[in-house]
């Protein structure tokens, strides 16, 4: 009796084992790479970490073996223990080979404990896909797994890794890793960035405001553009550079994408973990660096482990146009993080309804713009009144076509006087219908 019933637990045991390769659960790279003491560290170098422009990093950094004089443009300030030094550019600590006791030998063992997680990354087999995308991944969609190329792989577009919260990728570069601008690595599912890897042979660039996520394990260099956001870390056996660039991990911003609709732009962002954060600020411009003006403030939900999803829809846009936008998450302490910009272009917009937009700049002191959408041909005016309701002068009075036009003041009155500064308002009426916006005019 005994025998037949090792043999059913046999036969049980290999029928487990097909189903799950039928199901293609793969035991290999469903345990994370095992960081060790590495995983202490937002950024670990061997040879420097420099930075320029206004990096943010949350986490603790190190390099071992070069001396703390390899760490550049952080202005460090040295703890009276000695052990460790600070910087307003990063929330933690900063360690170097030549601090006191304990911190060489705990850096010695990191860096360790970081050259085996990529030798142990690398070479984790089985490999369930080579070569995908004969080296391009850009816009495609990832399920959990290990993948390896011989050479270098591009990601220049959205990247969706999708998946649980326990699901695990493996990236394995045989060669660089170029990560373009204003490209999104998305986590869907509940997937964690703690849960990708990415083993480079070369030079990981991630590009201006890229988003990427995962721990970047590279044998050479990193480099993390302006604007760029790394949810992650950065373990690097040479050196990282930044600049401008941001490692947040209070909220972890699993998505921040936008793209055009038939209303307007649809913002959507999802977190993969959110505690202390009190809202959420999107701000608009139409250049990917300066200009910016918010346009709406959301209320951050409560905090889970298992993060949020948000949404809004700009519809104070004009067809045919590219803008940019960034998003702040507020904690419960007044600190603003910035994510971004994510950018699109409106297209396809159904300009059925009457706007007037918010004028640009606003406070002005020079020539304001301002744009209008009327949802077809009809009698029309934009006029501008002060504070006391006295009409300044008008801007566009009569037939007007449909669809969206634009124009500029330049802050003169009907008789090309120049106007005081202060409040005032601007008026589209179309139809029997207005619209009124207020402007501050600076001198």
């Not at 950094?61 to 703390?68: E, F, L, N, Q, W």
């Not at 005016?381 to 002060?386: G, H, M, N, Q, W």
Request: net charge neutral; proline share 4%; glycine share 12%.
């Amino acid at each position: 009796m005994s025998t037949k019933t090792g043999r059913r637990t046999t036969l049980a045991a290999i029928t487990m084992v097909l189903m799950a390769l039928t199901m293609g659960v793969n035991v290999s790279y469903s345990q994370p790479v095992e960081l060790g003491t590495a995983g202490n560290f937002a950024i670990l170098a061997k040879s420097g970490i420099s930075t320029t422009g206004t990096t943010s990093i949350a986490g603790d950094i190190g390099v071992s073996p070069i001396a703390a004089g390899a760490i550049t443009g952080f202005s460090l300030t040295m703890d009276p223990s000695g052990t460790f030094s600070t910087s307003t550019l990063v929330t933690g600590k900063i360690y170097a080979a030549d601090y006191t006791a304990p911190a060489p030998a705990n850096l010695t063992a990191a860096v360790s404990a970081m050259e085996a997680a990529y030798t142990e990354g690398y070479g984790r087999t089985p490999v369930d896909a080579t070569e995908l995308g004969s080296g391009n991944i850009s816009g495609m969609t990832i399920a959990p797994g290990v993948y390896k190329w011989a050479a270098s792989l591009i990601i220049n577009d959205s990247l969706i890794l999708d998946g649980g919260a326990d699901d695990v990728w493996i990236f394995q570069v045989g060669s660089t890793l170029t990560v373009g601008s204003y490209a999104v690595v998305h986590l869907r599912g509940g997937a964690q960035p703690r849960n990708v890897f990415w083993t480079v042979a070369t030079q990981t660039s991630l590009g201006t405001y890229s988003q990427f996520k995962g721990t970047i394990l590279d044998a050479t260099a990193i480099v993390i553009m302006t604007g760029a956001t790394l949810s992650g870390r950065a373990l690097s056996q040479t050196a990282v550079t930044l600049d401008a660039a941001a490692m947040p991990l209070a909220i972890d911003l699993s998505e921040f994408a936008c793209q055009s609709g038939s209303q307007g732009i649809n913002l959507t962002w999802q977190t993969a973990s959110e505690k202390n954060n009190y809202e959420w600020l999107i701000e608009r411009s139409s250049g990917p660096t300066e200009g910016y003006r918010n346009i709406t403030t959301i209320k951050a939900e409560a905090g889970s482990p298992a993060g949020n999803q948000y949404s809004y829809t700009d519809t104070s846009v004009l067809p045919n146009s590219t803008y940019y936008y960034r998003l702040g998450d507020k904690d419960l302490s007044g600190q603003i993080t910035w994510h971004g910009p994510v950018m699109a272009a409106s297209g396809g917009l159904i300009l059925a309804k009457l706007q007037l937009m918010p004028c640009h700049p606003n406070p002005a002191l020079g020539a304001i713009s301002f744009s209008y959408v009327l949802p077809r041909s009809g009698q029309a005016s934009l006029t501008i009144y002060d504070v006391c309701g006295q009409r300044v002068i008008t801007l566009a009075q009569g037939q007007k076509q449909g669809g969206a036009s634009s124009l500029t003041w330049k802050g003169n009155d009907s008789q090309g006087r120049k106007v005081s500064a202060g409040v005032y308002y601007y008026r589209l009426i179309y139809e029997g219908t207005s619209l009124t916006r207020q402007l501050v005019l600076l001198k």
